[in-house]
């Protein structure tokens, strides 16, 4: 059993405010030590293990009271400006409580090993800034807001498939799986614009991961997007989660190969899921810098003929309203047309 204590006096906190005390404890029990199991050859080592811990975080510098920055200087005028982002004296440390329970054995004379943990983590009083309306002199205002959840899997191994005199090759896998949750937000915030490109937002919004991907989504007929007469994708009438930026899983492998004291190490980094929303795809689409506006369509002729002369562009897979296949081919040659922004 180990216990800790730690207390923090930040100069970025308010007075008052500024210490704050956080605990930990952890217990564990080395199982493959019994009497029954010390005699077991391929058993090396066996733990299970339990903790708890808190960790308190500051505000970053210059938080509480209002400060000017200092800008270079006119001539010999000094320039000092006001911070966009507004102080905060009644700013709280923020808090992060998490529990963690696990399980742990090697065998073999150490020879192949494993490491199995679940986790679950609420991180509290986050100190963030929020949007406030400009009419006040700032763009944003230092804040205690929400709550996030995070909990998931950690899942290791570690093997040693050849070892002689002069040589080994270790390999491991580390997969590990995070299931995240805005709790809440500042006050009766129920959402906190994170990154914004036109049509397209990244969000913290209460009750969805965080990371969620905001936007119109197509309009679908028997599963398949739908286009208008004029052969334009048909769009949501209003905003909904088109996505989200975290995976589902993570998993990396690191393997060593060692020959008389020389090691070649090497390592596999793997991601499933977690979309992204590619900005530049959509300015280099709507300008024709890219060579899918220039291609040949399902004709076999220059998208950027007109459609008349055989050009233009098909959306593929797409219906109409009454469900029928699109037949309509949508102008390609210039700006506005069929790669412009929202028309793809």
Same mark, same amino acid.
């Given at each position: 059993?180990?216990?800790?204590?730690?207390?923090?006096?930040?100069?970025?906190?308010?007075?008052?405010?500024?210490?704050?005390?956080?605990?930990?404890?952890?217990?564990?029990?080395?199982?493959?030590?019994?009497?029954?199991?010390?005699?077991?050859?391929?058993?090396?080592?066996?733990?299970?293990?339990?903790?708890?811990?808190?960790?308190?975080?500051?505000?970053?510098?210059?938080?509480?009271?209002?400060?000017?920055?200092?800008?270079?200087?006119?001539?010999?005028?000094?320039?000092?400006?006001?911070?966009?982002?507004?102080?905060?004296?009644?700013?709280?440390?923020?808090?992060?409580?998490?529990?963690?329970?696990?399980?742990?054995?090697?065998?073999?004379?150490?020879?192949?090993?494993?490491?199995?943990?679940?986790?679950?983590?609420?991180?509290?009083?986050?100190?963030?800034?929020?949007?406030?309306?400009?009419?006040?002199?700032?763009?944003?205002?230092?804040?205690?807001?929400?709550?996030?959840?995070?909990?998931?899997?950690?899942?290791?191994?570690?093997?040693?498939?050849?070892?002689?005199?002069?040589?080994?090759?270790?390999?491991?896998?580390?997969?590990?799986?995070?299931?995240?949750?805005?709790?809440?937000?500042?006050?009766?915030?129920?959402?906190?614009?994170?990154?914004?490109?036109?049509?397209?937002?990244?969000?913290?919004?209460?009750?969805?991961?965080?990371?969620?991907?905001?936007?119109?989504?197509?309009?679908?007929?028997?599963?398949?997007?739908?286009?208008?007469?004029?052969?334009?994708?048909?769009?949501?009438?209003?905003?909904?989660?088109?996505?989200?930026?975290?995976?589902?899983?993570?998993?990396?492998?690191?393997?060593?190969?060692?020959?008389?004291?020389?090691?070649?190490?090497?390592?596999?980094?793997?991601?499933?899921?977690?979309?992204?929303?590619?900005?530049?795809?959509?300015?280099?689409?709507?300008?024709? @810098?890219?060579? =899918? #506006?220039?291609?040949?369509?399902?004709?076999? %002729?220059?998208?950027?003929? !007109?459609?008349?002369?055989? &050009?233009?562009? @098909?959306?593929? =897979? #797409?219906?109409?309203?009454?469900?029928?296949? %699109?037949?309509?081919?949508? !102008?390609?040659?210039?700006? &506005?047309?069929?790669?412009?922004?929202?028309?793809?």
């Amino acid at each position: 059993l180990d216990v800790t204590g730690r207390n923090d006096w930040s100069s970025t906190l308010p007075e008052g405010s500024n210490s704050y005390f956080y605990p930990s404890a952890s217990l564990s029990f080395v199982f493959s030590e019994l009497g029954g199991l010390q005699d077991i050859d391929w058993l090396s080592f066996a733990k299970v293990r339990g903790n708890f811990a808190q960790v308190g975080n500051d505000a970053p510098p210059y938080s509480v009271f209002t400060t000017y920055q200092q800008g270079t200087s006119w001539g010999d005028n000094a320039l000092f400006s006001v911070n966009d982002i507004k102080q905060n004296e009644t700013l709280l440390p923020e808090t992060t409580d998490e529990i963690e329970f696990g399980v742990e054995a090697s065998f073999f004379q150490r020879r192949l090993s494993f490491d199995v943990a679940w986790y679950k983590r609420n991180t509290k009083d986050q100190i963030m800034p929020i949007a406030v309306s400009e009419m006040a002199g700032y763009n944003q205002l230092w804040v205690n807001g929400g709550e996030i959840e995070n909990s998931g899997w950690e899942v290791s191994a570690y093997g040693t498939p050849v070892k002689t005199q002069n040589f080994s090759w270790d390999i491991g896998m580390n997969w590990f799986k995070n299931t995240n949750k805005v709790i809440s937000l500042y006050g009766d915030v129920n959402n906190l614009l994170i990154y914004g490109a036109w049509d397209v937002s990244i969000n913290a919004t209460v009750g969805e991961p965080y990371g969620t991907i905001q936007g119109t989504d197509f309009v679908w007929t028997d599963g398949k997007k739908t286009v208008d007469e004029d052969g334009y994708y048909l769009m949501s009438a209003t905003d909904t989660v088109i996505g989200n930026i975290q995976p589902d899983w993570n998993m990396g492998i690191p393997t060593t190969f060692t020959w008389k004291g020389f090691s070649l190490n090497v390592l596999f980094d793997i991601q499933k899921g977690g979309d992204v929303y590619s900005v530049s795809t959509k300015y280099g689409q709507a300008t024709g @810098l890219y060579a =899918e #506006t220039a291609e040949n369509n399902d004709k076999g %002729n220059p998208m950027r003929d !007109p459609v008349e002369d055989g &050009g233009g562009y @098909l959306f593929p =897979e #797409t219906v109409y309203e009454d469900g029928s296949p %699109n037949t309509t081919y949508v !102008p390609a040659y210039r700006w &506005g047309r069929a790669f412009y922004y929202n028309n793809s």
